[in-house]
């Protein structure tokens, strides 16, 4: 199994948040995740090239969408997971949203949850994306090339600034912000903040701000074993317990107690 993982630098910083490639061959993926990988709602966008065959998703519901192997991905808000009885070989490129937004001159709204085929979104570009990845062989050409492509689609003007200030405080804060608090730390009128985020974010400061927390919150859970649900709902900024499971719920589509039983049981493996 091997996963690689680099961050740009520089003036990309504020487009793209990270490359990565994963290559697990079917023994190690049927051994890792023997009853699937489940893939908690987060804030991603995400491109994803895979070089082995097309991997099925299943949704939380039990319905199946075949994933293609070139896709873009919007924000995540429900739960999906994968599984597949091939080799798992695939680049994947994480975006800001403003990011996405600028390179592509398209807006995170016109994205879905499951996978779009990039040709649908990227008519001239994705056939020479995929042709220019495949000759290339290793996981640092394939970021340099990216990287070089990037350079030429991005414009980096004080909207793109602003918007990645904001971003970053987002995603480090250790305290929760509202609407009304973070406008008031931009100097922003809350119909200017609403503004901006439905232009570079795709979505509502509000839903934005609850889809972060969450993602927060079950990180902490799942990948880090908080286990104490009142500890963790309140470290995040939850009024309660109830809060925090009125979000779960939301986003899952069951309460916690009802996912331990129904995934976390059967040994799917959570991330």
Same mark, same amino acid.
């Given at each position: 199994?091997?996963?690689?993982?680099?961050?740009?630098?520089?003036?990309?910083?504020?487009?793209?948040?990270?490359?990565?490639?994963?290559?697990?061959? $079917?023994?190690?993926?049927?051994?890792?995740?023997?009853?699937?990988?489940?893939?908690?709602?987060?804030?991603?966008?995400?491109?994803?090239?895979?070089?082995?065959?097309t991997?099925?998703?299943?949704?939380?519901?039990?319905?199946?969408?075949?994933?293609?192997r070139?896709?873009?991905?919007?924000?995540?808000?429900?739960?999906?997971?994968?599984?597949?009885?091939?080799?798992?070989?695939?680049?994947?490129?994480?975006?800001?949203?403003?990011?996405?937004?600028?390179?592509?001159?398209?807006?995170c709204?016109?994205?879905?949850?499951?996978?779009?085929?990039?040709?649908?979104?990227?008519?001239?570009?994705?056939?020479?994306?995929?042709?220019?990845?495949?000759?290339? $062989?290793?996981?640092?050409?394939?970021?340099?090339?990216?990287?070089?492509?990037?350079?030429?689609k991005?414009?980096?003007?004080?909207?793109?600034?602003?918007?990645?200030?904001?971003?970053?405080?987002?995603?480090?804060?250790?305290?929760?912000?509202?609407?009304?608090?973070?406008?008031?730390?931009?100097?922003?009128?809350?119909?200017?903040?609403?503004?901006?985020?439905?232009?570079?974010?795709?979505?509502?400061?509000?839903?934005?701000? $609850?889809?972060?927390?969450?993602?927060?919150?079950?990180?902490?859970?799942?990948?880090?074993?908080?286990?104490?649900?009142?500890?963790?709902?309140?470290?995040?900024?939850?009024?309660?317990?109830?809060?925090f499971?009125?979000?779960?719920?939301?986003?899952?589509?069951?309460?916690?107690?009802?996912?331990?039983? $129904?995934?976390l049981?059967?040994?799917?493996?959570?991330?």
């Open positions: 199994m091997s996963v690689l993982v680099k961050k740009p630098t520089g003036v990309l910083e504020r487009y793209i948040q990270q490359y990565s490639e994963a290559a697990i061959s $079917k023994e190690n993926r049927a051994r890792l995740f023997p009853h699937g990988n489940l893939r908690l709602p987060n804030s991603t966008i995400r491109m994803a090239f895979h070089f082995s065959e991997i099925p998703w299943i949704a939380i519901d039990g319905k199946t969408k075949a994933q293609p070139q896709h873009i991905r919007g924000y995540q808000t429900t739960p999906i997971s994968f599984n597949t009885s091939e080799d798992i070989d695939a680049f994947r490129v994480e975006f800001t949203p403003f990011g996405f937004r600028r390179i592509f001159d398209l807006p709204s016109e994205l879905d949850v499951l996978p779009i085929p990039m040709e649908e979104l990227l008519e001239k570009d994705y056939q020479m994306l995929w042709e220019e990845l495949v000759k290339r $062989k290793t996981f640092i050409d394939r970021v340099n090339f990216m990287n070089a492509y990037f350079l030429t991005i414009k980096d003007d004080m909207p793109i600034k602003k918007a990645y200030v904001i971003h970053r405080h987002i995603l480090e804060s250790k305290s929760f912000s509202n609407v009304f608090n973070l406008a008031n730390e931009f100097f922003l009128t809350e119909r200017t903040l609403r503004r901006f985020f439905n232009e570079y974010f795709g979505m509502s400061p509000k839903q934005y701000l $609850k889809l972060v927390r969450f993602e927060k919150a079950t990180k902490n859970l799942f990948n880090f074993g908080k286990t104490n649900l009142n500890d963790l709902a309140l470290d995040f900024g939850y009024y309660d317990l109830a809060h499971s009125n979000d779960f719920k939301f986003y899952m589509k069951m309460a916690p107690s009802e996912f331990q039983n $129904k995934v049981k059967r040994g799917i493996v959570v991330n």
